[in-house]
């Protein structure tokens, strides 16, 4: 039998070091960093998809909705819920948005004057021209408010729009993207992933 | 056993009898005490998981059945209320059998608001803003459960871990082997305690009879997974288990919490929108209950061999 008192406290009688510390944090981080790749493999996976002709690749998380008169759409419910980043491709012929004869800002100033009846509260913000794979486009930067799916007793969202738009034959091309408004450096870097691998016909 | 090794800093009569135990040397009395069976250990959490699934049923059945409904402040303040049962259930329990000789309550204390601190501090921020893993999650089922074990998994366990290892792990009242498991369960319910906290907030009060499963099961997962990590730090400060004991017993617990959290998930799914969270306080139950049953009959096999070593 062992004399046991009661109040010895417990700790080894000589001097020794404890169990190695670094092999947890060590441990630890080797996880976080395989868990940081993971994050980063899943969250630059793009899904590409054929739409009115063009192919258009997006973030894999984003899920296809439907957008009236849209070609393709698709929108980060996950990440942004009923407003979350949206995209959207449309096909439009050349007589819709060029009547007469004319070029792509005349093409442009007839899609806000179209837009403005589609969307509320639309105003335009910029207007300039790029290049989109060796072709002209025009894009439109604009401000509108978005309702929500839930019916009209729900705040609406104020939206910040980016329209992309280029002319291959007799068809109109246009990327519509869309985020909450607010963060114009993330909007402005996740259309240009959109237009960077947007593939017209 | 008598060691003719030099001692240091403790003293030690003249020709006491010494022992030794995985490397370490301790006196007679250090000696029974680290292998003695708590009785404060086993019987609360394994009381606590029976009656906080008695309280998640019985909440569950008043609401789910009746057209009783809580409403505004109310429905808060009643979901903060039930938050806090899981844990309550469980320091009623432990102080009501911890009285041969009682770990401190400023421990018990301080280890379960320590793991609160460390969840709404690092562990939630780093998971949800960090991670950010509910963005990027739920469409592959490999990928969720590499997200659970890796990110979720291994955040929550090494917080919990820390809640124990930095602090009373040094504490002379630290005198058992058992003594892990029952801290490490106390920084995992104060963890559990906080996330169900802020999904009560968060959501500005739930549906009680929805709300008090995931609380419960919440609760009592924490709680089990902590009290893995509290076995291999309870063992690891008595003995020398070498340089991947710790790490096995974080990574044991990263991984048990990882394949849980995602079980739980899909066992709850019925298909569409519909889910049954019955399912997820079962299985909960069931690893909790499991888990302090396999980790206690560990540590008493454990004494009664160590107690058996000294005495032959």
Redesign the interface.
């Given at each position: 039998m062992i004399n046991a008192n009661a109040n010895a406290a417990v700790a080894p009688v000589r001097r020794e070091e404890g169990e190695p510390e670094w092999m947890v944090w060590v441990t630890v981080a080797v996880a976080l960093v395989l868990g940081f790749f993971l994050m980063w493999y899943i969250t630059n996976q793009t899904t590409a998809a054929s739409a009115g002709g063009t192919t258009l690749s997006y973030p894999a998380t984003w899920v296809q909705t439907s957008e009236s008169g849209a070609a393709f759409a698709v929108a980060d419910l996950r990440n942004g819920g009923t407003f979350g980043d949206r995209a959207a491709v449309f096909e439009l012929p050349k007589a819709e948005l060029l009547p007469r004869d004319g070029g792509l800002q005349e093409a442009a100033a007839n899609y806000t004057l179209a837009q403005q009846d589609a969307r509320v509260g639309y105003r335009v913000l910029s207007v300039h021209s790029l290049t989109v794979q060796n072709r002209d486009a025009i894009q439109i930067e604009s401000g509108y408010l978005l309702d929500s799916p839930y019916g009209g007793t729900s705040m609406p969202a104020l939206m910040h729009g980016i329209d992309t738009i280029v002319m291959s034959g007799d068809t109109f091309y246009v990327l519509s993207y869309a985020t909450r408004a607010g963060d114009v450096d993330n909007a402005t870097s996740a259309n240009d992933k959109l237009v960077n691998n947007w593939r017209l016909p | 056993m008598n060691s003719t090794?030099?001692?240091?800093?403790?003293d030690?009569a003249a020709g006491e009898r010494?022992y030794t135990l995985g490397?370490?040397?301790?006196?007679?009395?250090?000696?029974?005490?680290?292998a003695r069976e708590n009785k404060a250990a086993a019987g609360p959490l394994l009381i606590t998981v029976g009656a906080a699934v008695v309280f998640a049923a019985i909440v569950a059945l008043v609401f789910g059945l009746s057209d009783w409904r809580l409403e505004g402040n109310w429905l808060l303040v009643a979901g903060i209320v039930m938050a806090i049962v899981p844990a309550a259930i469980w320091l009623v329990a432990f102080y009501t059998q911890d009285r041969l000789?009682p770990e401190p309550k400023t421990y018990v204390l301080g280890v379960f608001l320590l793991g609160a601190v460390l969840a709404v501090g690092i562990g939630q921020p780093l998971i949800r803003n960090f991670?950010?893993?509910?963005?990027?999650?739920?469409?592959n089922l490999l990928?969720d459960l590499?997200?659970a074990?890796?990110?979720v998994?291994?955040?929550q366990e090494?917080l919990k871990?820390a809640a124990v290892?930095y602090t009373v792990f040094f504490s002379?009242e630290f005198?058992?082997r058992v003594d892990g498991i029952i801290y490490g369960a106390a920084a995992g319910l104060g963890y559990a305690t906080l996330l169900n906290m802020q999904y009560i907030v968060g959501n500005n009060g739930v549906d009680l009879a929805v709300g008090v499963m995931r609380v419960v099961t919440s609760a009592l997962a924490q709680a089990s997974f902590a009290g893995i990590t509290g076995y291999f730090i309870g063992v690891?400060k008595?003995e020398?288990?070498?340089?991947?004991?710790?790490?096995l017993g974080?990574?044991i617990a990263?991984i048990l919490n990882g394949v849980v959290s995602f079980l739980l998930g899909q066992v709850t799914r019925l298909g569409g929108l519909s889910f049954n969270p019955w399912y997820a306080l079962v299985v909960a139950a069931v690893v909790a209950g499991a888990t302090f049953l396999v980790l206690f009959g560990i540590i008493r096999r454990l004494n009664a061999a160590t107690?058996a070593a000294?005495?032959a």
């Open positions: - | 090794d030099k001692l240091a800093d403790t030690v010494l490397g370490r040397t301790y006196t007679a009395a250090q000696y029974e005490r680290l000789e991670f950010s893993v509910q963005n990027w999650t739920g469409n990928i590499l997200a074990i890796l990110i998994g291994f955040v090494f871990y290892r002379n005198d058992e690891a008595f020398r288990k070498g340089p991947f004991w710790l790490p974080v990574t990263a107690l000294a005495r």
